[in-house]
């Protein structure tokens, strides 16, 4: 599915695998509820978010960040886990390692 390593592309491709995420737990209402309240937002702002780049990536790590959730996604998507890990990794800022701060 993420076939370009590099270049718009690839970071096309990965911004769609996150929208799927999102759209993997808006049908999980308990892991939802736990991602809106990592990232402080609402049921009704979390369309307006979708389109910036960092939430997107946010979704990404929520899923990867939970062993069961990433392999629950990734059967529901027929896809190899490191997949999503490397879909995260091209939305990421260069020079972040996507550890939190704090």
Do not use: C, Y
């Amino acid at each position: 599915m993420i076939r370009s390593e590099r270049g718009q592309n690839g970071r096309a491709e990965a911004e769609a695998l996150a929208i799927k995420a999102l759209m993997h737990l808006v049908g999980d209402p308990d892991a939802l509820g736990q991602f809106l309240a990592e990232t402080g937002l609402s049921p009704e702002t979390i369309r307006e978010a979708a389109s910036d780049p960092a939430f997107l990536l946010a979704v990404l790590d929520f899923i990867l960040a939970d062993e069961s959730r990433l392999m629950a996604f990734a059967a529901h998507e027929a896809l190899d886990p490191a997949v999503i890990g490397k879909a995260a990794n091209r939305l990421r800022p260069a020079g972040h390692d996507g550890l939190r701060e704090g």
